[in-house]
Nanobody
């Protein structure tokens, strides 16, 4: 079982930056991936970014391309999401999740992820 703990959320003004991180209790399988899924009030989890644990390939939702960057630290078993040019609509609770066996078609599929963290709140003021 993989336990995930998010950190780094907070309140920033529109146009600002924030970095959220996710620490895994153990190294995910080399075939796995870690993704970020923010959930705004009354809405479902939405894919924004994912990274392959083995080769570091990254995947982004169109809404965040050019603004968000996902990265991993294989030694510390952490994944971070650097968020720039933040907008009020980015406000959500940001969850990280681990997919044990990822494929190119599954990175954006929240139902393909096996373990989830408790989330960290990100609030963007206008």
């Amino acid at each position: 079982q993989v336990q995930l703990v998010e950190s780094g959320g907070g309140l920033v003004q529109a146009g600002g930056s924030l970095r959220v991180s996710c620490a895994a209790s153990c190294r995910p399988f080399s075939s796995g991936a870690l993704g970020w899924f923010p959930q705004a009030p009354g809405k479902e989890h939405e894919f924004v970014a994912a990274i392959s644990w083995s080769c570091g390939s990254t995947y982004y939702a169109d809404s965040v391309k050019g603004r968000f960057t996902i990265s991993r630290d294989n030694v510390k078993n952490t994944v971070s999401l650097q968020m720039n040019s933040l907008k009020p609509e980015d406000t959500a609770r940001y969850y990280c999740a681990v997919q044990l066996y990822a494929s190119a078609s599954s990175y954006a599929n929240k139902y393909a992820y096996n373990y989830w963290g408790q989330g960290t709140q990100v609030t963007i003021s206008s």
